[in-house]
């Protein structure tokens, strides 16, 4: 009995222009993790990791209590992955690559694969050429989903498709937490289907993780305050950060109002703000997504 | 090493190629019987164009094998979609080295032995067999050093590159041989007459296969990664 | 099956706060009588399309809030307390209370000005 998912210790790679260092991450299992970050920060790299496809320099990989890369094998046969640059055969059936995987997995499971084709609205006779971005995102995902994987990884799962059709996904995703034997990481820099369905939130920036935790606990400790400074504060530019307030982010202020971004938020904090001098007109939760571009510009 | 054996995913790889290439290899060989069908008019007219055209065909063969099974799996991405099924990159390699054999290697057999049999049952010279065997193992060598090429590399630059020079010297390696007296001077002759010149060169062109086709299996073996 | 809860990512309130608030007035109303059983907290994740541990915060917050109860093993009940409702409709006004009393420090009313505001309202007829 293994009580992650998967787990990753001390991970170290270096690229050409990209390395990451000492990365610890680790999914308790029926759980759901976002990993979060823009374009280059290290999210494929962590997720082709945990695929085996690719070794790190130094750390150890362990996914559903296989070693990786050496046991990638056995791994894979309960892991489903599914990326945004994973193509089909173009001149095959959907049905065929359907008959192919079951092949391969035993486990796959043709009831609920006719029945996802229909939620999908695929058509099994239909060669991949012909489909739609949107419609191969789906193709991918019914091929992962029916074998029903312990490890779900997605990299990148709804980007590129419409409203409707990432509601369709979504939903087949929700499917997954009625099972709490299965976990899911997926990678989005759709920061709101993160905020959605994840337990966990993963933060990565140029290779480095800025944060992992639960998300409950991640977003209360984000807040943003809407501020009054006195008439007669000093207007300079710095003067308005309060040095004895520990936690703040950024501070932008214009006149007498000023907005405070702090991740320590507790009622402490603002007690700290009022000794500051300033006083809390409103305070307000942060979405993911203002949580994700004030914790990217504060990192570099 | 991983000690579990993963022959059933390599051979699931391979019908998987099977399954991608049987028609248009199909369509391949009911060319070739139409062209050793020609061959066996037995006028030199006849023969000579349907040797040009059976030459072209097994070039093409192995061009299309090697791009579309190979090169295009990186180039099309379905690679990826290869690389998420339980198999490592070496189960992978395996299995590309060997439906390309297979896919090659069998329709090449069947044309060779076609022509061969052609050429016994008609009334055309027997004298040209060496010529023709070693015309069609020189093409064989040149498919495994593109084969080589797209397996070590997945580049279609370097791959295509490797297919023009090997083209490019069969018809230096067709003009040599046919200046050459032990062979032209037996084309006529009414059985096949292997010299020790005949048998050298074969030697050498089966051994070169050999060499790099093993060569091009230890070095896939020390890759880790391919994506 | 679906539980009927309508839930929305425009709302300003986080999501584990709409669920708390949505089952309530579900309580409140009565449409979830005492002693049902709620569904557990992955089917309501998966219903609602939220994450697990989201409904979770939720559930524990109606627990201390005295809505539901959860029994170790058997999952979670809606409470057989039998002023529950009262109880709960105090607790609103409690909140509408002081909500009432933030705005009108912010407008800086006096208490005695405040104090003329509320009698106006118990006198007004509704």
Known sequence: MQQFAFEMRDISIRYPHFAMENISLSLPKGQVMGLVGVNGAGKSTTIRMLMGLVKPDAGQINVLGYQLPAQQVQAKYDIGFASDDMRLYKSQTLQWHMDFIRSVYPQFDQAYAKELLKRFELIGEQKIKGLSHGQRVKACLLLVLARRPKLLVLDEPTTGLDPVARDEVISELAEILRDDERSVLFSSHNTHDIEKLSDQIAFLDRGKLLALQDKETYLDSWSRFRCQLPANANTGADAAVPANVAGVVSIKRHGQLAEVITDQNSAGFAAQLALAGFQVLEQHRMSLEEIFVANVKRSR | MHTFSNSQMIKLLILKDWQLVKKSLAAYLAGGVLIIGLMGMATPLLFNTGAILMITLMIVIGARSAIELVVNEKKDQTLTFMMSLPVTAQDYAWAKLGANLLLYLVPWLLLVAGMLLVIVSSPVYNGVIPLVVLVSVFILLSYCCYLATALLTYSEGYTTAVMIVTNLLLNGFIIWLLRMPAIHLTLEAPTASWNSTSLLLLAAGVGLTVLVLLTTAVLQNRKTSFL | ?126
């Open chain 3, 1 to 126: 099956m679906t539980y009927g809860l309508f839930l929305s990512a425009t709302d300003k309130k986080p999501m584990y706060l709409q669920i708390v608030e949505q089952i309530t007035s579900k309580v409140l109303l009565g449409d979830w009588p005492a002693q049902m059983a709620l569904p557990s907290i992955r089917e309501l994740a998966a219903d609602t399309q939220v994450s697990v541990i989201t409904v979770k915060r939720a559930y524990a917050d109606l627990e201390q809030a005295g809505v539901i109860v959860t029994h170790a093993g058997r999952g979670s009940f809606v409470s057989a307390q039998p002023d529950l409702q009262q109880q709960l409709q105090q607790q609103e006004l409690a909140q509408l209370l002081s909500a009432a009393v933030a705005v009108a420090r912010q407008l800086q009313l006096s208490d005695a000005e405040l104090f003329a505001r509320l009698q106006q309202h118990l006198v007004q007829p509704r």
